[in-house]
């Protein structure tokens, strides 16, 4: 599925040692199957109920039930040997509701409500992930959150366009208020002459995020961190590469290619991560 997918993260988690890599594609197929009920089309009620059976099926695991399936499978191994939390996964199934809802998700949300959103969708991975790389202290724990809003903020300046297609929009409104750009439908705002200003002010917070994660764990970056270290790496340069594109021609796709993903990751394995 990851690399079906072309996720940036598919490198650092395929050079993992074998359970760790297990664990790790376990939690990003999770990932992956709860956000496709968010995002297929369908009336909210039904993406609420299955997003509902997930929930159960996730407190099973933790109640003694046996597995029903590959993936609950797979979950229920990176469990058992990592010690993930259940509040982690089900703060994932949470994060996902939010794009679920009778509105079809968020649109122009307060700062507040995207913090919020991020936790949930990007900052439980992290949570999940350093348990995986062993590494469950309240230093790395500040990292996790902080890389977590930042990758999640880059998705979002990266997705403008796809976003919209679903209906939503995820810039804040206060960004939106402070370049001058009024009310909360996508088609309007993407479309406005200001946007760019949004974007930037957006770009901003998902730099100060950046900063804040290699801060957490300043001359920690190499060892267990790895793959963490490097899916930073990779995503930052991402953040800058789309700032260089600017914020007129949403359909230009700015990616980082798979070689490029590939030769960071390995320099991050061998303990000599490149610059972002």
């Not at 963490?228 to 930052?236: E, G, I, P, Q």
């Amino acid at each position: 599925m990851a690399a079906k997918s072309g996720s940036t993260f598919y490198w650092p988690m395929r050079l993992l040692p074998a359970s760790k890599r297990a664990a790790m594609f376990a939690i990003y197929a999770f990932c992956r199957r709860i956000d496709d009920i968010a995002d297929e089309p369908g009336e909210a009620a039904e993406k609420r109920a299955a997003l509902e059976t997930w929930r159960r099926d996730i407190r099973g695991l933790y109640a003694g039930e046996q597995p029903t399936g590959k993936l609950t499978a797979a979950l229920k191994g990176a469990i058992d040997r990592y010690g993930l939390p259940r509040s982690e996964l089900e703060a994932l199934i949470d994060g996902m509701a939010m794009d679920a809802d009778e509105a079809g998700g968020l649109r122009a949300p307060d700062l507040e409500t995207l913090r919020l959103y991020c936790r949930r969708v990007a900052g439980a991975v992290g949570m999940l992930a350093i348990r995986v790389f062993d590494r469950a202290d309240p230093a790395t724990e500040r990292f996790a959150l902080a890389l977590g809003e930042a990758l999640q903020l880059t998705n979002i300046l990266r997705d403008l366009a796809e976003d919209a297609g679903l209906g939503r929009l995820y810039l804040p409104r206060e960004l939106l208020r402070d370049a001058g750009i009024p009310g909360d439908r996508h088609d309007e705002v993407l479309a406005h002459p200001a946007l760019p200003h949004a974007c930037e002010a957006l770009a901003d917070l998902a730099e100060a995020r950046f900063a804040e994660a290699r801060a957490a764990i300043a001359g920690q970056a190499r060892g267990s961190l790895w793959a963490a270290t490097a899916m930073m790496v990779l995503y930052h340069r991402l953040l800058r590469r789309l700032r260089q594109r600017g914020w007129r021609d949403l359909h230009a796709r700015v990616r980082v290619g798979r070689r490029e993903s590939a030769l960071v990751a390995i320099r991050c394995l061998i303990g000599i991560p490149p610059a972002a």
